[in-house]
C-alpha cells in the first residue's frame, strides 16, 4: 500500500513537471511572436551566416557613418507617407496591385533587395549594378556592361515573375528602393532623349507619328511618315490631351513615378534623389555590404538635362499645358520634396 502511495506521489511530481515545462515552453513562443511583431527586421535575420541584411542595417545601423544618412532618409520615408495620406484623403479612386504592376521592381535576392527602376534617373548605371550584384562574379565592374545589354528583361528577374505569395514575402523582407529626379527635369530630358536624337527613330515612329498627325496644322509628308521632328510645345500637348490618357498608360520614359512605382502601395524603405545620386546611390551599396568593392559609376556628361535648360523648354508653351503638366505631375513633385519651379506662369 505504501509502496503505491509513494509511485502515485512521484507520477504526480512528473506530471507537475511536464505540466510547468509545457506551459513554459508556451509562454516563450508568445513571447517570441509578441517580440517579432514589434521588430519585423529580426525576421530573418538570424539565418544569414552571422550577418545583418540590408534591412537592418537601414533601420538599426551599427556603422557610425550610416547613422545621420539613416535619419535623413527616415525623413524622406515620412515625406511619401504624408503625400499619400493627403492623396487617400482626396481620392475616391482605390485599386489593389497586381502582378503586372511590378515589373519595374527588379529583385537581387542574394542581397535581399528590390530596385523600382524609373528611366530617365540614372536607370541604366543602376540596372548595370544590379547586374553585378545578381551575376554572382559574372561581372565586376557596371561599366563594362553595355547599356543595350542592361536594358535585356531576361538579364534581370522582376517581381511580377514570382507567385502571390512570394511577392508578398520579398515585399515583406527585402530592402525596397528607388530613385526620383525633379519632375519637369526628367520630363524634358525624356523628351531631349526620344524626340531629338535621330538614333531613336522607333520612338520617332511610334510616338512621333502620332504626335504630329494628331496636334500640327500642314504636317508634310515627310513628317507624317518619319515622325522626327517633334516640338516640345507638341509633346506637351500630347500629354495632357484626354486622349492621350484614354489610349492606355503613358510610356515608361514620361510617366509618373507614383505610376511606375507604386510608392502608396509598397512601402519603400530608401528614396533616392539624382541629385544627390552618387552619395545615395554608394550608401545603397553600403548598406549591403558591397561599398568597399563595388561603387556607383561616376556621371559627367555634359549632355545632361538642367534645371536652366528645362526652364528654356517651358518657357516654349503655354501657361495652360504649363499648369496642365503640374496637374499632372502633382504627386511626384509633393511625395519625393520638389517644390513647384520658379520659371512657371501660374498666376
Known sequence: MKQTLSELMRMSRICRMVFATCLGSFILVIFYFQIMRRNPFMVDGCCRKGSRNALQELYNPTQPELSGAAVLHQARRDQVVDACRVYSASSRKRRVLTPGDLKHLVVDEDHELIYCYVPKVACTNWKRVMMVLTGRGKYSDPMEIPSNEAHVPANL???????????????????????????????????????????????????????????????????????????????????????????????????????????????????????????????????????????????????????AMTAQFFSNISTQQQFQLSQLYKLDFLMFNYSTPSYLRLD
Not at 159 to 184: D, M, T
Not at 232 to 242: G, Q, S, T
Not at 250 to 266: D, S
Not at 283 to 293: A, I, N
Open 157 to 307: 528577374k522582376t517581381l511580377n515573375q514570382y507567385s502571390i505569395a512570394e511577392i508578398n514575402h520579398r515585399l515583406k523582407n527585402y530592402l525596397k528602393f528607388l530613385f526620383v529626379r525633379e519632375p519637369f527635369e526628367r520630363l524634358v530630358s525624356a523628351y531631349r532623349n526620344k524626340f531629338t536624337l535621330k538614333y531613336n527613330s522607333s520612338f520617332h515612329k511610334r510616338f512621333g507619328t502620332r504626335i504630329i498627325r494628331r496636334y500640327r496644322k500642314n504636317a508634310t509628308q515627310d513628317a507624317l511618315m518619319n515622325g522626327a521632328d517633334v516640338k516640345f510645345k507638341e509633346f506637351a500637348e500630347y500629354l495632357v490631351d484626354p486622349a492621350t490618357q484614354r489610349d492606355g498608360p503613358l510610356n515608361e520614359h514620361w510617366q509618373t513615378v507614383y505610376q511606375l512605382c507604386h510608392p502608396c502601395h509598397i512601402h519603400y524603405d530608401l528614396v533616392g534623389k539624382y541629385e544627390t545620386l552618387e552619395e545615395d546611390a554608394n550608401y545603397v551599396l553600403r548598406l549591403v555590404g558591397v561599398g568597399d568593392s563595388l561603387r556607383f559609376p561616376s556621371y559627367a556628361k555634359s549632355t545632361r538635362t538642367t534645371d
